[in-house]
């Protein structure tokens, strides 16, 4: 089992260009979340897919994070335009089952730097 | 809204020593309890789910127990080695099952 695969695990750009974050979740699984964890505020949940469709997306920040999930094994966050406060390590996590049935596993993370 | 509280924030031991970590949560009306660890600049891995229903669970020197009443969990780690240390994660899952609050984590370290 791959596991969760993120890319890229880095990425540095300026302020206002644009950044597409990858998730390939574990296969089988149907629930999709995506995290920021930053020193200050820790993990903070940004969205939440259940068979493709966003079901919690009140933890994206403004109208500059967008989110999709094509079909089940990929999906993209994306920031445009980018800012030097969107620094930060962004996980995708997958699991099987809505309600909290079943265990979440994590990727390795995309480390975002907005110069 | 569900708060998750991880005290000690910091913590350093030596090498065999057992071990505990805490965790509590506001709202006792959880779907599970989840802890992870998290290595520097790794993704979090988890170690052990606990459901709403159970009183613990176990894997190998790892043992968590959960007491909803209370809003308590604890993570008992028996003959510490260098291997564990790292930031250790405990997150609740809302009934809604949409939303795992995490607390801020304890950073463990055991020395040689």
């Known amino acids: 089992d791959a596991g969760v695969i993120q890319s890229p695990r880095h990425e540095v750009t300026e302020m206002g260009q644009e950044v597409t974050l990858r998730c390939k979740p574990i296969?089988?699984?149907?629930?999709l979340f995506w995290y920021r964890q930053t020193m200050m505020r820790g993990l903070e949940l940004l969205i939440y897919?259940?068979?493709?469709?966003?079901?919690?997306d009140s933890g994206m920040p403004e109208d500059r994070f967008s989110a999709k999930m094509p079909n089940a094994s990929f999906s993209t966050l994306k920031i445009q335009p980018s800012e030097p406060r969107d620094s930060a390590v962004y996980f995708c996590?997958?699991?099987?089952?809505?309600?909290?049935?079943?265990?979440?596993?994590f990727g390795e993370g995309s480390r975002l730097t907005v110069l | 809204k569900q708060e998750v509280t991880q005290i000690p924030a910091a913590l350093s031991v030596p090498e065999g020593e057992n071990l505990v970590l805490n965790c509590s949560f506001t709202?006792?009306?959880?779907?599970?309890l989840q802890w992870f660890r998290q290595d520097p600049g790794k993704g979090l891995t988890s170690l052990l789910l606990?459901?709403?229903?159970?009183r613990e669970q176990t894997s190998g020197r790892l043992n968590a127990s959960l007491d909803k009443s209370s809003g308590r969990s604890t993570l008992y780690i028996a003959a510490s080695q260098p291997g564990d240390s790292a930031t250790y994660l405990c997150?609740?899952?809302?009934?809604?099952?949409?939303?795992?609050?995490f607390g801020e984590g304890t950073q463990l370290t055991v020395n040689p």
């Open positions: 996590a997958s699991r099987i089952g809505r309600g909290g049935t079943g265990e979440l596993f």
């Open positions: 296969s089988g699984h149907n629930s």
């Open positions: 897919f259940n068979n493709n469709v966003p079901i919690d």
């Open positions: 709202d006792s009306a959880i779907y599970n």
């Open positions: 606990i459901q709403s229903s159970q």
């Open positions: 997150a609740v899952w809302e009934t809604s099952g949409s939303r795992l609050t």
